[in-house]
């Protein structure tokens, strides 16, 4: 069983930056795939970005939306996934989830087998 924590949420100015933490306990974390999700009450959650450890390198996935504002990494050392959030919009506004998985595809599905708490980002236009 992988517990999965988030924190480094908060409110912040649009153009503004923030990261985000999954701390992960429970698990081989080097193992799983790690992922990003947000959601806007009312609206499905929105996949963000994936990172998965192969052969001793990362490798990452990032959906249209965040590719190149966002970047994901991990400290596998420290069973930690972050996400950096650079030029925040007003519309980033959101509940952002992390989520553990064994594969690529179940993390940028939305079928996960392990998901955080969230952590609320609000970002003011």
């Known amino acids: 069983q992988v517990q999965l924590v988030e924190s480094g949420g908060g409110s912040v100015q649009a153009g503004g930056s923030l990261r985000l933490s999954c701390a992960a306990s429970?698990?081989?974390?080097?193992?799983?795939?790690m992922g990003w999700f947000r959601q806007v009450p009312g609206k499905e959650r929105e996949f963000l970005a994936v990172d998965s450890w192969t052969g001793g390198s990362s490798y990452s996935y990032y959906s249209d939306s965040v590719e190149g504002r966002f970047t994901i990494s991990r400290d596998n050392a420290k069973s930690t996934v972050f996400l950096r959030m650079n030029s925040l919009k007003a519309e980033d506004t959101a509940v952002y989830y992390c989520?553990?998985?064994?594969?690529?595809?179940?993390?940028?599905?939305?079928?996960?087998?392990?998901w955080g708490q969230g952590t609320q980002v609000s970002v003011s236009s």
């Open positions: 989520v553990a998985d064994r594969t690529v595809p179940g993390v940028v599905s939305g079928k996960g087998v392990y």
């Open positions: 429970g698990g081989d974390f080097s193992n799983y795939a």
